[in-house]
């Protein structure tokens, strides 16, 4: 059921991704359709009767379907048409994905009732730093092409045309890394101080640890520089890049070779 689920979303975030710009209001509904499609086959695929299955696949779906959400509400308010190009093509890679990398089985006996919040505000600090790296993407993109000399017609400069000014454009980058921060120190902090009850051992520092406390370590440093040294442009985007990327291998690549390149369940 669930794979059929995930090939109409496929198929309708493709569509989306297509649309001409002047479609607004078929674009918000074929965007709707396709999130709803796409999160019913993710509850069907990952909830199971006294267990969840998780994997690097479901984890990066997890985090597109959420991206899709919120890049559906921004856009209500802002014009941020380029970003449809560059999320629902990604959104439809990631369900395609999971529909091939189901992920494992994790039994939810004699684990606390914690472990569902930390899951979930895990993933939602990741999906809210994914849609602020699209955003810096943009916004590179962005500063690119007025600077650029050409006036050459490419797939994303009409839609690149339509966006905010920066300066808003920053305002709203900002507004989201500050919400994904706020949600991946709890991540962490949760990891920390309930390790034990979470995950029936004492705190473990390895890849994946290390990779989140850099990636919080980074974004940190950005919140903070932009707060006392003014920091924005490159500066802001380089550091909004690499923190992202940082939490990518942490959340999807660690997962990714123990799933798929050593064959290994969940650890």
Not at 138 to 159: I, N, P, T, V, Y
């Amino acid at each position: 059921m669930q794979t059929y689920l995930f090939i109409a979303a496929i198929a309708l975030y493709i569509l989306c991704a297509a649309l001409p710009s002047r479609r607004a209001g078929l674009i918000s509904a074929v965007t709707v359709a396709a999130w709803a499609l796409h999160g019913a086959g993710l509850w069907l695929e990952v909830a199971a009767a006294g267990s969840l299955r998780i994997g690097f696949a479901a984890m990066l779906s997890s985090a597109l379907w959420v991206s899709v959400a919120a890049y559906w509400l921004e856009n209500r308010n802002f014009s941020l048409d380029g970003m449809r190009r560059l999320v629902m093509p990604s959104a439809a890679v990631a369900a395609a994905l999971q529909a091939i990398f189901p992920g494992n089985l994790i039994p939810l006996e004699g684990k606390s009732s914690l472990f569902g919040w930390h899951i979930a505000i895990a993933t939602m600090a990741y999906s809210t730093l994914t849609i602020a790296a699209f955003h810096a993407v943009l916004m590179a993109l962005q500063e690119a092409r007025l600077h650029a000399a050409s006036d050459r017609k490419s797939f994303l400069s009409g839609a690149l045309d339509q966006l905010p000014a920066l300066l808003t454009m920053e305002k709203l980058l900002f507004r989201m890394i500050g919400f994904g921060f706020a949600l991946l120190s709890l991540t962490v902090l949760s990891g920390i101080v309930f390790s034990e009850q979470l995950f029936g051992q004492a705190l473990k520092w390895d890849h994946k640890s290390a990779f989140t406390l850099l990636s919080w370590m980074l974004f940190a440093a950005l919140l903070a520089g932009r707060r006392f040294r003014g920091w924005r442009g490159k500066t802001a985007l380089s550091f909004t890049l690499a923190g992202f990327a940082t939490l990518l291998l942490a959340y999807v690549g660690s997962r990714f070779v123990f799933e798929v390149v050593l064959h290994k369940g969940w650890a």
